[in-house]
């Protein structure tokens, strides 16, 4: 099977996370639904979340195309299973790190509806994690995926970096 294009790579960005972090964001948020005072505390710890999360976000992109030779989109997944960088750690950085963007955006926007739909991106990434994606993992990768999943936590890191033996 060929390594996806960069073209897909980006189509599936546009397609995933873009639409979860800027399109929604933008159609959702109400001005008049805040969920704290409005301090400049607010709107520097956002921006340093979403950035964080950004960044964590794009590494874990950039190791699919590169190491897994696929997208983050699960239809084009990857052919090689993912267990370094942020994957020594979790089994879901990706994820983690949209969901740091939301939280900053929350924060930054002082939105409560953007808080929501970061709760429900979480909730309804778990369930599918569960019960969708993680029966794949282990029907494409075996035992590999089966010791990986054992050791590392989907969402809280790891304090020392998996290491596959």
Known sequence: MREPSLLKHFRDILILPFTMTVILPLLIH??????FPASPLFLVTGVIVAIAGLILFSCTVYLFRIKGKGTLAPWTPT??????GPYRYCRNPMISGVF??????TLFFNSLNILIE???????????????EEPDLFKRFGEDYRKYKTAVPRWIPRMRPYRDS
């Open 118 to 132: 970061a709760i429900l991106f979480l909730v309804v990434n778990t369930l599918y994690f569960k019960w969708k």
């Open 30 to 35: 109400d001005p008049d639904k805040t969920i």
């Open 79 to 84: 052919q090689r299973l993912v267990i370094s």
């Open 100 to 105: 740091f963007i939301l939280a900053g955006e």
